[in-house]
Structure formats: C-alpha cells, structure tokens
C-alpha cells in the first residue's frame, strides 16, 4: 500500500515513522511530508531514504494510508483531500474530533468505532486518551456519574519545539541569564503554566473543553459531568492526572486494580514503599500508568487516582498506529479495499 505521513519530523510524527517502520505493513511507496523548514530532510526507512517534502499542489500524492500530525489548520486543508481519493486518513489533530462524519477512536474503549463509514478517523486528545483508558473499565463496573481531572502535562503536548525552548530556558535559569519564551506565553521553566490552548468566554481552556467534549463521545455518554483544569509542568514527555471519579454504584478499590490489569492497564499501588506511576518510567512505553488508588473520602461512591502516559505515544503515535493496524486487519486499507 502507499502510505504518507504528515509532519513527519515533529515529536509525533517521529514515533508514528518508527513504529511504521517496525511493523509488517506491506509498503510499496512511503511520502514524508513536513513543514517547510524541514523539506529536504532526508529520513532512513527500511534501508532506504526518504526526502522530506513540503506538502504542496506539486507535491500532493495519492495514498491508501495517511497518518497524520501536522496541526489542525494543515489537516483541514489536506486529510480531506487524501480521504477524497480513497484514502483511509489517521489524523492526529484537533480538526476531526468534534466532527459526526469522522470517527473518534481509542481502541481499548471504544472499538465499535473502527467499524464506522468514514474515512477520516480521528485520535482523541493525549490527555483524554489516558484517562478513558483508564476510567473505561471502571465505567463498565459501577457506571460513571461525574469526572473531576486535574492534568500535570509536559511540554511535549505543544510539539518538539517546546522541548526545545524547556531544555534552553533551564540553561539559561540555572546560568542566571535572562530568557524570552516563545512557545508558550510565560517560562515553563521550574514553573507551572494552568494555560494549555485559548480561553472561551467562562475562562475554560481549549484543552480542558477537548477533554469534556471528547471523554462523553468516547464514553457514550452525552451529558457525563466532566470537569478539568489542565495544567503544563516543566516533564519533557509524559503527562500525569489526578483524577476524582464518581460512581452510580460504590467502587471498590481492589476490584478497580484487578479490573485495570485485565484490561492491560499497568498498575504500580505500593505508596509505602514510593511506587507509583512516574513519567520519567512511562516515557517510551506504550501503556497506560495507574497508581494511588483510593476511596475518595470526599465521595462515598468516588475513586481516586492517578494516571500517567506517554503522551507521544500512547496519547498520539501508538493509539493513532493502533487505529491503522485495526483497519489494515479489516481489509479497509490497501488493495483487498480497492478490489471491495
């Protein structure tokens, strides 16, 4: 099959070409597209170079397979295009999650999904990713009456550049010397930033709308109470949730543990002995993280815990590989699809 992927350089973009490269996907041609900056760059595949283009009218393939990470404004304006000529498009981005003609997919939680006629599917928001997968399970068990999030996440959530502006702003701290940020609108460094997207008009942030918006459709759940402050900390890569979790029937937290591990969630709950999910441990990994579980003495049919993953990955790369896999398996991308 011929397969492209846009942004191919950034943060995202650079673990979805390795775990392509990684899989048995059968490729008879491969398109890196990437900002304009990064046109001319060559990436290895299989052996082989790759010259990175900017995705341009001259440079516009058609594709069986796209996965997307170029940002909302480049995929509203390209997954279309791709998906018109027959493409099944991964996108990564904002633009499609909110969309009813695209489906809104996390493999583990909502599967059903995979089977919708669309052809632009799309990944949900790292942040939400983590916490549904973790919170599914729990749902199926006592059923979900309200959620309240607080997220603690790191820099790689805004691409490779904001790493970039975390690791000069702390030399430029510990050196005494001053420094403008750019990325974000103050210095991430040894700081916290409650700021992650634009504000709407009752001062909740873009980020914590997504996770509302898009933990009910994920869920199934139209009008579930969901309530976030999202927050980005001075962590290179992986983010970290304290979630409060209200039930309709009263949880148990030893049957929450065992129910997570079923579902190939890893737990780490030893408080005693300073195990518990860290995202230092969950970079690189493509698992869920679930530690601290407890009653919520606030709430007697609430959970408390916190939830920790790699946002490149499993918040991005991998959940957006795993939605391709699904649908390579059921014959919707490549030539068993033509020949349909």
């Not at 775990?19 to 996907?25: I, N, Q, T």
């Not at 139209?222 to 309709?248: I, K, M, N, Q």
């Amino acid at each position: 099959m011929r397969v492209a992927i846009l942004g191919a350089t950034g943060a995202v973009g650079r673990e979805m070409w390795r775990l392509l490269e990684a899989s048995e996907f059968p490729i008879e041609a491969l398109s890196a597209y990437t900002s304009r900056r990064s046109a001319g760059a060559t990436l290895r595949f299989r052996g082989a170079d790759v010259v990175c283009e900017d995705l341009t009218e001259a440079a516009f393939r058609p594709a069986d397979l796209v996965l997307a990470s170029a940002g909302a404004a480049a995929s509203r304006l390209w997954s279309p295009r791709f998906a018109a000529l027959g493409a099944i498009v991964v996108d990564n981005s904002s633009a499609f999650r909110s969309d009813p003609a695209c489906a809104l997919v996390v493999p583990e939680v909502n599967p059903d999904a995979l089977d919708a006629p669309a052809s632009i599917f799309a990944v949900p928001n790292c942040s939400t990713i983590q916490m549904v997968v973790a919170l599914a399970p729990l749902h199926a068990a006592w059923t979900l009456a309200a959620i309240r999030v607080a997220t603690y996440q790191s820099v790689s959530g805004a691409g490779a550049r904001a790493m970039e502006e975390l690791l000069h702003g702390t030399r430029k701290s510990l050196a005494g010397e001053p420094f403008q940020p750019e990325v974000f609108p103050h210095d991430v460094t040894f700081n916290v930033l409650p700021h992650i997207g634009s504000f709407d008009a009752d001062g909740e942030s873009q980020e914590e709308t997504k996770m509302r918006d898009e933990t009910r459709r994920l869920l199934g759940v139209p009008g579930l109470p969901v309530s976030a402050t999202c927050v980005r900390v001075p962590v290179l890569r992986g983010h970290s949730e304290a979630v409060w979790a209200s039930f309709a029937k009263a949880p148990d937290p030893e049957s929450a543990r065992r129910l997570l591990r079923e579902r190939g969630v890893v737990v780490e709950d030893e408080p005693e002995a300073a195990r518990y999910p860290l995202p230092t441990r969950a970079a690189g990994r493509d698992e869920v993280f679930v530690g601290r579980v407890r009653r919520d003495p606030a709430d007697p049919l609430g959970l408390c815990l916190w939830v920790v993953s790699d946002n490149l990955l499993k918040g991005a790369a991998t959940n957006a590989f795993q939605i391709a896999r699904h649908l390579v398996a059921r014959g919707r991308v490549g030539a068993s699809r033509s020949a349909r």
